[in-house]
């Protein structure tokens, strides 16, 4: 049996992580999209100068995290989110005329190390008891804030489609720049890697609940979630390569420009060979979250508090013990 100091209460030092280094996690918010399709009204960046407002959609995660130092966290989270673009809200001409669109659902897992730093703390009576001159060591609630960066790697699977004739068409089946095909360019993998970056901040309102916000951005190995990258394929032959039925339906969404005859561009703008996405830049995406932490306490390492009365006042009778 051993005294327990003041200290151990405020979940800040070394050994409280030690004692109790498991969390729950979990967060709720939007996701959004950088990349070929929609953006700002310019060429696009694939940068946040690119990022269209309205194509926010609904975002979450669910995960876990272990204290390995008072500083230093792994975290394991599993996610979903949902990105999309569209060139009809960009009134850049070329972009505007390419009129492409795209919406993929994403769902990913994520190992990552993450860097502990505490802001401040405001301590306080725990629930409300008054510590005594005799037992300066009765426990305090703590009320603190702290901040925290995180990287590491990622897998995610997204699935490209597009909106046509009353439902949703799978894009990366009808290869819209020759994927796979006589001169076309190598089918793109539904499954990849990511590196994920970002920071949170967050509030301790209790011993186990924190609250806060959480930002995290992507970085992929594809140019490919929106199903646009390098240029135009020639779509008699992709008629003629994925056969009638659906060569047919496959050379239009390639290809779906408004042209000349609809105010758009020349219809040389999106002919064989020009460009269609841009390859240089990779497409990414990110999230904003708020998002809640759950601090695992094992009971069973304290035991119960007993108090007294003096008067209209409580105060500690003995120290709290570990087992």
């Not at 992580?17 to 996701?31: C, N, Q, T, V």
């Not at 594809?222 to 047919?248: P, R």
């Not at 219809?267 to 999230?287: C, H, I, W």
Request: proline letters at 3%.
């Amino acid at each position: 049996m051993c005294l327990v100091q003041a200290q151990r209460f405020d979940f800040f030092t070394e050994e409280a992580y030690l004692r109790h280094p498991d969390h729950i996690e979990f967060g709720i918010g939007a996701s959004n999209f950088l990349g070929d399709l929609g953006g700002k009204d310019k060429v696009g960046t694939n940068d946040f100068q690119d990022l269209e407002f309205t194509e926010f959609n609904l975002a979450g995660f669910v995960g876990y995290r272990h204290a390995f130092h008072k500083n230093f966290y792994g975290r394991f989270n599993f996610n979903y989110g949902r990105v999309s673009g569209n060139d009809h809200l960009t009134e850049e001409p070329y972009r505007n005329n390419r009129n492409l669109s795209f919406r993929s659902n994403i769902f990913e897992v994520d190992l990552m190390a993450e860097l502990f730093m505490r802001i401040g703390a405001k301590k306080g009576h725990q629930y409300k008891l008054q510590r005594s001159k005799e037992n300066e060591s009765a426990p305090w609630h703590i009320r603190a804030s702290y901040l925290t960066v995180f990287g590491g790697v990622g897998v995610f699977h997204f699935n490209p489609k597009v909106y046509f004739q009353d439902r949703w068409i799978m894009l990366a089946p009808l290869s819209t720049e020759g994927q796979g095909l006589p001169n076309g360019v190598d089918p793109y993998k539904l499954t990849q890697l990511n590196i994920p970056i970002g920071f949170s901040y967050m509030v301790r309102m209790h011993r186990h609940w924190s609250f806060g916000i959480e930002a995290t951005y992507r970085y992929t190995f594809t140019d490919y979630i929106d199903d646009v990258s390098t240029s135009y394929y020639n779509a008699n032959d992709l008629s003629l390569y994925l056969g009638e039925q659906k060569g047919d339906l496959a050379a239009y969404l390639s290809n779906p420009s408004l042209g000349a005859e609809n105010e758009g561009q020349p219809n040389f703008v999106t002919a064989t060979g020009q460009q269609r996405g841009d390859e240089t830049d990779n497409d990414g995406y990110f999230y904003a979250l708020f998002k809640v932490d759950y601090l695992i306490i094992n009971e069973a390492k304290f035991t119960k508090k007993k108090t007294k009365r003096k008067g209209n006042v409580r105060y500690h009778k003995r120290t709290r013990t570990t087992i």
